[in-house]
């Protein structure tokens, strides 16, 4: 069984900053690709940040220069560390990752539960 599980959220006031943390457990033989999204009130999910297996990111042109997206693989954990942050990045942010459970290379896709974060003006 594959687990994604947030962390790292909270209330800050703008310009302030919080590291989110993605950690999976279980049956991880291989981790490909792994997304932040976050979800505001009444709007649609949106991607925030990716990074791949090999370290390649992406990053929503709201959050280019503010946020940045890394990976530690032996722990199987990718990070969100925001800075600079701005009321309108409040929402539940959540992790997402393809994980292969086996070496089949067969790759699922996984959710976490998300966790909050709430900026203040």
């Known amino acids: 069984q594959v687990q994604l599980v947030e962390s790292g959220g909270g209330l800050v006031q703008a310009g302030g900053s919080l590291r989110l943390s993605c950690a999976a457990s279980?049956?991880?033989?291989?981790?490909?690709?792994t997304v932040w999204y976050r979800q505001a009130p009444g709007k649609q999910r949106e991607l925030v940040a990716a990074i791949s297996s090999g370290g390649s990111t992406n990053y929503a042109d709201s959050v280019k220069g503010r946020f940045t997206i890394s990976r530690d693989n032996a722990k199987n954990t990718v990070y969100l560390q925001m800075t600079s942050l701005k009321p309108e990045d409040t929402g539940v942010y959540y992790c997402n990752a393809e994980i292969a459970p086996s070496s089949s290379g067969y790759y699922e896709d996984y959710w976490g539960q998300g966790t909050q974060v709430t900026v203040s003006s």
């Open positions: 279980g049956n991880t033989f291989s981790i490909n690709v």
